[in-house]
């Protein structure tokens, strides 16, 4: 089994800053991409940025100048530095991750995590 925990949400007044970060365990043999998504109250869930096992990284216009995504292989671990926030930031954030697990067999995989409210607030 593979875990993706966030952590790192919370509130937060329009122009502030958050740190997301996700980490990742289990029976994890190598991770392919890792990225953070969100879905606003009554919207579909959305990219936010990513970053590939090269650090190729790809963000959403929306947040692109103010958002920075980072990784740490050594940890699994992914981080969403998020300035110069606005009410529209508002969501859930969802880590995501594409990696190769070995248990039984080497398999290919999806994973997401289970979420962290960002509210960005006067």
């Known amino acids: 089994q593979v875990q993706l925990v966030e952590s790192g949400g919370g509130l937060v007044q329009p122009g502030g800053s958050l740190r997301l970060s996700c980490a990742a365990s289990?029976?994890?043999?190598?991770?392919?991409?890792m990225g953070w998504y969100r879905q606003a109250p009554g919207k579909e869930r959305e990219l936010v940025a990513t970053?590939?096992?090269?650090?190729?990284?790809n963000y959403a216009d929306s947040v692109k100048g103010r958002f920075t995504i980072s990784r740490d292989t050594a940890k699994n671990t992914v981080y969403l530095q998020m300035n110069s926030l606005k009410p529209e930031d508002t969501a859930v954030y969802y880590c995501?991750?594409?990696?190769?697990?070995?248990?039984?067999?080497?398999?290919?995989?999806?994973?997401w995590g289970q979420g962290t409210l960002v509210t960005v607030s006067s």
């Open positions: 995501n991750a594409h990696l190769f697990v070995r248990d039984t067999a080497l398999r290919y995989l999806e994973v």
């Open positions: 289990g029976s994890i043999f190598s991770i392919d991409a």
């Open positions: 970053i590939t096992s090269d650090g190729s990284t």
